[in-house]
């Protein structure tokens, strides 16, 4: 049973986790000198698999190292198949929001990743998300990829905690109240 669906995410001040050309170069304008990972690799440890779209799994592709140890759903209609080099560590999904929660749940995994914009709109939407843990980097892009819904969402937001990494990005945890 799916316990709990988590977002963890970079935008810029103006809510954009992408440019308008898809880049996300603007995210390696902060100085990290200690190249530290913001939490990631402890957040990591706290889930089971990723569900990630189409548009995100190519961005991860395109750099060259296979990032996750964890099993990793990709959300898509348009893709025929994955590539051979993620064989057994990325898996094609074909599957409303719901759908896709019950067939993980049902493989065993109860704590979700759920990465990229579209997916992330949609299940806000379908008020399948727990938990949003949201790093805001100083950086205004004027237009992008949004992943926020467009409408109004009924579900209120608690702010969990909020701290301030390298002295410039605002990390903050939300859980979802229904």
Avoid: C
């Avoid at 806000?124 to 998300?129: D, F, M, S, V």
């Amino acid at each position: 049973m799916i316990t709990k669906n988590t977002v963890y995410l970079a935008q810029s001040l103006d809510g954009f986790i992408a440019d308008q050309q898809g880049g996300i170069d603007w995210l390696s304008t902060i100085d990290n000198p200690q190249h530290s990972d913001l939490g990631f690799a402890e957040f990591m440890t706290e889930i089971d698999a990723l569900v990630m779209g189409r548009n995100t799994f190519e961005q991860v592709i395109s750099f060259g190292q296979w990032p996750y140890d964890k099993p990793v759903y990709v959300v898509s209609h348009s893709l025929a198949k994955l590539p051979p080099q993620v064989q057994g560590k990325a898996y094609l999904i074909r599957a409303g929001e719901r759908e896709l929660i019950n067939q993980l749940s049902s493989l065993g995994h109860s704590r979700l990743y759920i990465d990229g914009g579209k997916l992330v709109k949609n299940f806000i939407r379908a008020g399948l998300i727990d938990e949003l843990i949201v790093t805001t980097v100083p950086v205004i892009l004027g237009g992008g990829i949004s992943w926020l819904p467009d409408a109004k969402v009924p579900h209120k937001l608690e702010l969990v905690s909020s701290q301030v990494l390298l002295n410039q990005l605002v990390q903050s945890k939300y859980k979802v109240l229904r």
